[in-house]
Structure formats: structure tokens, C-alpha cells
């Protein structure tokens, strides 16, 4: 879902990330400039988000691996173990 926000902030109509980057750019900057900047990234967002739409453990990967790091570090602790010897 993140990912859908950040490409839809940097594309029109929505795109308002390019407004703002017109505001501060130089004056001679034109907005098709700024449209053509952004393609090599929008292409990036647009891979990412497929290979997320197809294999959707990767988004889901680094957060389960901390829950259960967390849960490692709490059993140790409780058992008195201790932390400095998690790994």
C-alpha cells in the first residue's frame, strides 16, 4: 500500500511531489523536465511493486523475522539466559 502512495504521489494528475519540485527548482526548469526525471525511478517502484504483487512473502519477511527475534530475546530474559547471548 505504500508503495501504490508513493508512486501515485510522483505521477499525475495526483502527483503532487512534482509540484513541490517545481516550486524549488531553478527557473528554467520546466515540468516536463521534472516528468522525465522521474522515470527511471517510477520504473524501479513499478518492478518492486510487481515483485511484491507476485511474491508478497517479501513484504512480510523482515517483520516476522524481528517478531520472533523479539520472542527469542524474551525467553532467554525470562529464563535468565540473558540478552548478550542471543545469537
Same mark, same amino acid.
Given at each position: 500500500? +505504500? ?12 502527483? $503532487? ?6 516550486? $524549488? ?8 523536465? +521534472? ?10 517502484? $513499478? ?33 535468565? +539466559? ?6
Amino acid at each position: 500500500m +505504500i508503495l501504490n502512495l508513493e508512486i501515485a504521489i510522483m505521477t499525475p494528475p495526483y502527483g $503532487f511531489a512534482l509540484f513541490y519540485m517545481k516550486a $524549488f527548482a531553478p527557473e528554467g526548469v520546466t515540468m516536463l523536465e +521534472i516528468y522525465k526525471s522521474i522515470t527511471p525511478f517510477l520504473i524501479i517502484k $513499478f518492478f518492486v511493486l510487481g515483485l511484491v504483487m507476485v511474491f508478497p512473502d517479501i513484504a512480510t519477511w523482515l517483520p516476522i523475522w524481528f517478531l520472533i527475534s523479539a520472542e527469542r530475546i524474551s525467553e532467554r530474559i525470562s529464563i535468565g +539466559i540473558g540478552i548478550w547471548n542471543v545469537c
